[in-house]
T-cell receptor, first 113, second 110 residues
Framework: GAGVSQSPSNKVTEKGKDVELRCDPISGHTALYWYRQRLGQGLEFLIYFQGNSAPDKSGLPSDRFSAERTGESVSTLTIQRTQQEDSAVYLC???????????FGSGTRLTVV | QKEVEQNSGPLSVPEGAIASLNCTYSDRGSQSFFWYRQYSGKSPELIMFIYSNGDKEDGRFTAQLNKASQYVSLLIRDSQPSDSATYLCAGQTNDYKLSFGAGTTVTVRA
């Protein structure tokens, strides 16, 4: 597609429920990244995919967080048993193999109540 | 110590003035640096990148890199109200991952 597409744009969930966030990168972008941004704070790295492998998932905050990617296409970030501290905007970005020019999606705003 | 620190702001400048944003980084292996602009409630958008020592100019924006001092800066000349946003500095550390600073919020007063 023309840009990085994320869905849903907003998600309100009850504490303890599982959520799935989806990212559809720009066609041809082999690298895909997930970041988290809490209100008023900077971007926190979560995980990086090269193709469908994840050479760096050091930023995943706990085992409640997992992510997968199908080939060089869609990625899903899953948060199990959501907690209030998971409330944030989850941003996905993609780039060509050379890593220049990350393009971000518009994000998913997750609110855990 | 955070990998990338933005040590100025919030910043308020009058319209037409120069806004100067600063960033330092700790990983000497960092090769490239990026400046993103993020409007409130929106996702970051890339405005400049730099990988060589010295200055790089693009319109009203100038990025400066000093690898010996591990210092990156962004100058916005002739600041406009539309430049009011949060500016994020990022360093490319390894495997293409970008490490972001916390951001500097700029307000341009009309």
């Amino acid at each position: 597609g023309a840009g990085v597409s994320q869905s849903p744009s907003n998600k309100v969930t009850e504490k303890g429920k599982d959520v799935e966030l989806r990212c559809d990168p720009i066609s041809g972008h082999t690298a895909l990244y997930w970041y988290r941004q809490r209100l008023g704070q900077g971007l926190e790295f979560l995980i990086y995919f090269q193709g469908n492998s994840a050479p760096d998932k050091s930023g995943l905050p706990s085992d409640r967080f997992s992510a997968e990617r199908t080939g060089e296409s869609v990625s899903t970030l899953t948060i199990q048993r959501t907690q209030q501290e998971d409330s944030a905007v989850y941003l996905c970005a993609s780039s060509r193999l050379d890593g220049y020019g990350y393009t971000f999606g518009s994000g998913t705003r997750l609110t855990v109540v | 110590q955070k990998e990338v620190e933005q040590n100025s702001g919030p910043l308020s400048v009058p319209e037409g003035a120069i806004a100067s944003l600063n960033c330092t980084y700790s990983d000497r292996g960092s090769q490239s640096f990026f400046w993103y602009r993020q409007y409130s409630g929106k996702s970051p958008e890339l405005i400049m990148f730099i990988y060589s020592n010295g200055d790089k100019e693009d319109g009203r924006f100038t990025a400066q890199l000093n690898k010996a001092s591990q210092y990156v800066s962004l100058l916005i000349r002739d600041s406009q109200p539309s430049d009011s946003a949060t500016y994020l500095c990022a360093g490319q550390t390894n495997d293409y991952k970008l490490s972001f600073g916390a951001g500097t919020t700029v307000t341009v007063r009309a």
